[in-house]
């Protein structure tokens, strides 16, 4: 089959799936920041207000929260989730069938329910009953109990636990089949030249995989930022919103206040400052290669 043809063959194969992705995944987009210049309740007529709603949010004390939080999140999972999962990576390349298990238990938290997940760290974090607080108190750490999850001081970070916890598991897979695409002869020259132990690693090993390196780190921007399930089931926002962020603080205004043209503003607003962090990922990670 000429090259032609091939090209052919494998656009008509992505046909179907782009087409789904563009009705399912940009149009939606495209029509959110039409809603977004609009006064709307989602019934009834649409009032044009330009950019009100977007200076409404730049005013709202609550959306600056949401998006301190939103980073917060982000810094998490870029400082816990990629290295984690990396170490992993290279401690469990190895086929063995032990290590085949441990893949297994990592990657198992991402086929739970969320729901699942938040409910089972809800129950962790519990004050009175909870596993953490009487494994404190068990180890003579009393002083260091608390109300996880009612405490703005540290329910944010106690939130973040658990969502890297469930994510961890993809991005050891990634770093696994990256890990497996490095050639023997690579490893062979390496071991020739002297590069061994944690030269290896820093020196042959880890510009290998750059690029799989920086492509999770935009995974996890982009999945910090749309962050949702977690903490609607462990903290609702709460308490006082301190654990809002900028999902539910879209999903409140939209489908409890019913302020859809302010929530339409509010996703575009996402969209964005993902765009914008993921450039400033590309600007970075650039400079380093």
């Known amino acids: 089959m000429s090259s032609s043809r091939t090209r052919s063959f494998v656009a008509l194969a992505l046909l179907p799936a782009l087409l789904i992705f563009i009705v399912f995944a940009i149009v939606p987009i495209i029509w959110s920041g039409y809603y977004g210049f609009f006064d709307w309740s989602g019934l009834g007529s649409l009032k044009f207000v330009g950019l009100n709603n977007y200076e409404m949010m730049l005013q709202d004390p609550i959306f600056w929260r949401a998006l301190k939080n939103n980073l917060i999140l982000v810094a998490s999972a870029i400082i816990g989730q990629v290295p984690i999962a990396l ?21 198992m938290p991402m086929v739970l329910s969320t729901v699942v997940v938040g409910l089972i760290w809800g129950y962790i974090y519990q004050p009175e009953i909870g596993l953490l607080n009487n494994l404190l108190e068990t180890i003579g750490l009393e002083s260091w109990t608390r109300a996880w999850l009612s405490d703005p001081k540290v329910n944010m970070y106690a939130v ?11 991005y050891l897979i990634i770093f696994i089949a990256a890990l497996q695409n490095i050639s023997s002869e690579v490893n062979d020259a390496a071991k ?27 995974l996890c921007i982009s999945g910090s930022l749309k962050a949702f399930d977690h903490v609607i089931v462990m903290t609702g926002g709460g308490p006082a919103q301190s654990t809002e962020l900028l999902a539910t603080y879209m999903y409140n205004n939209s489908f409890t206040v019913y302020r859809y043209g302010y929530g339409s503003a509010v996703s575009t607003m996402i969209i964005l400052i993902s765009a914008l962090l993921i450039g400033l990922n590309y600007i970075i990670t650039k400079r380093r290669s």
Do not use: Q, Y
Request: no cysteine.
């Open 192 to 218: 020739i030249d002297g590069a061994v132990g944690h030269k290896k690693l820093f020196f042959v090993t880890l510009p290998i995989m750059w690029e799989t390196i920086v492509v999770t780190i935009v």
């Open 87 to 107: 170490l992993l990576a290279l401690l469990l390349l190895k086929n063995s069938m032990f290590n085949r298990i441990i893949r297994s238990a990592v990657f």
């Open 160 to 170: 973040s636990i658990p969502i890297n916890w469930a994510n961890i598991g993809p």
